[in-house]
C-alpha cells in the first residue's frame, strides 16, 4: 500500500493528475487493511470494494480522475448514487480514514486499536452516518483486534508496521488532496 501510494504521489507531481486505473488499483489495496480489522468493519470492506469495482470499470471509460469527475458534472450526475463521482468521493474517505487510522497509531503507544478506529472514524465518516450506523460502529470497535494480533494478521511487527504505515501516510496525503481539490474546484463540496 505504502509503496503503491508513494507512486501515485510521484505521478501526481508529475503530471499533476492521477489515472483512474491507478488509482484504483493503489486503492484496490487498501481493502485488504479493512478486512484485517475483523468483523466490525466487514460491512466497510464490502461497501468500500463495491466502489473500488466501479472505478476500476471507470477506467476503461475514463483515463484521469478530473475526466472522470467532469462527465458526471456535465451530466448533472455528481451526487447520484452509483455514480463515479459519489463512488470516487466514497473511496477517498475510506483512503482517508486509514491515513488517519495510521496517524493515531503511529503517535500513541496503545495496545489495542479501538481508540484509534474511533477517531479515524470519527473523523471521516460519522458525520455522514445516521445515529444508527454510528451506534453499531462505536459498538463494533469493542471486538477490533489488538494491534498486537492486527499486525500479525498484516505479517508484520511493530518496526516493519511503523515504516509502511508511514509510508502510506506520506504518498496518500497528496492523493487525497488532490482528489479533494477536484470537487472543490468545481464547487461540489465534500460535505455530502
Not at 475483523?38 to 483515463?63: C, H, I, M, N, P
Not at 455528481?78 to 497509531?105: A, P, T, Y
Not at 509510508?167 to 474546484?185: A, D, R
Request: glycine share 8%.
Amino acid at each position: 500500500m505504502a509503496l503503491a501510494f508513494g507512486e501515485l504521489a510521484a505521478d501526481l507531481e508529475a503530471a499533476g493528475e492521477l489515472s483512474v486505473t491507478d488509482f484504483a488499483k493503489a486503492c484496490s489495496l487498501v481493502s485488504v487493511l479493512f478486512g484485517s480489522l475483523g468483523f466490525a468493519f466487514k460491512f466497510a470492506e464490502k461497501d468500500y470494494t463495491s466502489k473500488v469495482d466501479d472505478l476500476v470499470q471507470a477506467s476503461e471509460r475514463f483515463k484521469t480522475l478530473g475526466s472522470l469527475l467532469e462527465v458526471d458534472v456535465e451530466q448533472g450526475t455528481v451526487r447520484n448514487g452509483g455514480s463515479h463521482s459519489r463512488n470516487l468521493l466514497r473511496v477517498k474517505r475510506g483512503i482517508e480514514m486509514v491515513k488517519i487510522l495510521f496517524e493515531h497509531i503511529l503517535e500513541s503507544e496503545c495496545s489495542h486499536l479501538r481508540d484509534s478506529a474511533s477517531k479515524a472514524y470519527e473523523a471521516v465518516f460519522s458525520q455522514h452516518h445516521p445515529w444508527a450506523i454510528r451506534k453499531a460502529v462505536a459498538a463494533g470497535t469493542y471486538t477490533l483486534p489488538s494491534k498486537s494480533q492486527f499486525l500479525k494478521v498484516l505479517k508484520e511487527d511493530d518496526a516493519s508496521a511503523r515504516i509502511h504505515m508511514s509510508g502510506y501516510v506520506g504518498g496518500v496525503k497528496p492523493v487525497i488532496h488532490h482528489v479533494e481539490t477536484l470537487f472543490l474546484s468545481r464547487n461540489l463540496g465534500l460535505d455530502w
